[in-house]
C-alpha cells in the first residue's frame, strides 16, 4: 500500500473510499445517523458499516487511545482487500496519525511469497488528510519507517527454514548492511573455531548449513550512547536429538525471530538517524539430528571458559546465545545490552502467548521498556529472578547445566542460564526478552496476523528514541 499525507483543503481523489473512524458520541451527532442507525451500526469498538451509494465507511471506536485507533486501522485493512476503490482515505491528526499507520500497514500485512497466483488488492492507496502537514510530517515518516522495520522483520521470520538457513541470513545482513551504510561482519565455522564458540558450534554440528555469527554496526558520527542487541537465530528448531514432538516441530522456523527483530530495530534506527551507536549480533544456527549431533550427555567448553552440561539438545538457544553474548561485551563496551530470543515455551505458560517476558537485573530498566512497550503497542510483563531457582541450573558434573532439574520456573531459569554469561559491569546494563509466545500467531490478534508478529521491533525502536 502507497501512503500518503495530504492537506484537506486539496484532497479530491475520484473513486475513493472516505473512512470515517466514530465513537458512539461521535455517531449521536453524525450526518448519516438514522441510515446507520439502521443498519445497527453503534460504533463498538472495531465495528463496520459500509455505504457504497456515498463511498464511506465507518468504523466504531471505543475512544480515540491509540490502542483503539490501531485495531480499528487494522480491522478496516482486513475488510477492504476485496472492496472495488482506487484509493481510501482517512482524517488524521498528530494524536492519530501514528496509531492509524500502525494498524493499516501491520493489520493489513500478508505474506504471500509461496503463493503461485499473486492476490489482486484494487485499494493501492492509502491517504492521510490532515489540516497542517508541516506539523505532521516527521510523525508520517517516523511510523512509516518503524512499520516498513517491522514488516521486515515479519517477512524473514515467515520465510521457510531451508530458505533462510544461516547462510542466507547472513547474505540478508549483508544486504541490510549494504543499503543502511552499516558495518557489517560475519563469523563462519572457521572464525568462530579460533573465537573458542564452541557450545554455538555444537548446536549447528549437524545441520547441512554452516552457523554464523553476524554482527551488524550502526555508527553515527556524535554518538550519545552505545547499545548492543543479541538475537536468537535458529533458523529450525527440531529439537535436536531431544527431538520435538511433530506437533510442536510445526512453527519452529520463528526461533529465528530475535534475530531478525535485531536486524529490524537496526534497520529501523538507521533510518531514524538516531544519534546512538548500535550493534546487532546474532547467532544464527540450525538445530538438526544427525550422527554428528550434539547430545545429552556431553559437556560443552563456552566461550566464556564456563562447561556447560547438555542434559536436553531442545534447550539449545541459551547455548548459542552464551557464545554470542560473550563476544558481543568482549567486542563492546554498550550502556544497555538486550537480546531477544524465542527462549522457551514456558514464557507462555507464565505469561500467556501475547506478552514478552522482560528478565535483567535493574528494575528502573524494566520499567522504562515497561513503558516504551505500551507506548509502542506491544505487551510485555516483568518476570522476576530470584537465587533459589538458580540454584536448579546446577550440574554434578559441570559448571552449569542448560536445563533446570525442577519443571517449575522455566522462562526464569533459562534467563537466570543466560545471566551467567552476564560481566558484572554489564548486570544491571541488561536485560534479556522472551518473545515465545509474542513473536509468531495462527490466529489473528490486535495488529498482527497469521504468522510473524515482528514483537520487539516496536518497543525497542520507541525505547532507544527516548535515549537521552
Ligand atoms: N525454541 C524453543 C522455545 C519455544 C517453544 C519457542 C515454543 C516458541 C514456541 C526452545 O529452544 C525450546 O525448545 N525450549 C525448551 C526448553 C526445555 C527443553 C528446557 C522448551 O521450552 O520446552
Ligand atoms: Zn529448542
Ligand atoms: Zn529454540
Known sequence: MNIQLIDKKVFNIKNNLTLKLITAEGLKKAKFKKTLKKAGFQAKQDSLC????????????????????????????????????????????????????????????????????AKKIKIKNLYLTCE??????????????????????????????????????????????????LLCSILGKSELKKERCSAMLAVGRASRYESKLIHLTYRPKNAKKTISLVGKGLTYDSGGLSLKPAISMVTMKMDKAGACAVLGIIKAVSELKLDIEVHAFIGAVENMIGGDAYKPDDVLVSRKGDTIEVRN?????????????????????????FDFATLTGACMVALGQYTTGVMGHSNRLKHDLGKAATKAGELTASLPFNKHLKKQLKSDIADICNISNKPYGGAITAGLFLDNFIKEENKSRWLHFDIAGSAYTETPWDVNVYGATGAGVRFMTQFLKSIK
Open 50 to 117: 459500509a455505504m457504497h451509494g456515498k463511498s464511506l465507511l465507518f468504523c466504531g471506536l471505543e475512544n480515540y487511545d491509540a490502542e483503539n485507533l490501531r485495531t480499528a486501522a487494522a480491522t478496516t485493512a482486513k475488510a477492504i482487500k476485496n472492496y472495488d476503490y482506487k484509493s481510501i482515505s482517512v482524517n488524521v491528526d498528530k494524536n492519530t496519525i501514528s496509531a492509524i499507520i500502525e494498524g493499516f500497514v501491520l493489520g493489513g500485512y500478508e505474506f504471500n511469497n509461496y503463493k503461485s497466483k
Open 313 to 337: 539438545t531442545d534447550a539449545e538457544g541459551r547455548l548459542v546465545l552464551a557464545d554470542v553474548l560473550d563476544y558481543a561485551q568482549e567486542r563492546t563496551k554498550p550502556d544497555y545490552l
Open 132 to 181: 497542517n502537514i508541516k506539523e505532521l510530517t516527521a510523525l508520517f515518516e517516523e511510523a512509516l519507517i518503524i512499520t516498513e522495520a517491522t514488516s521486515f522483520t515479519r517477512n524473514l521470520v515467515n520465510t521457510a527454514p531451508d530458505d533462510m538457513h544461516p547462510e542466507v541470513m547472513a547474505k540478508v545482513a549483508k544486504k541490510l548492511a549494504q543499503e543502511n551504510g
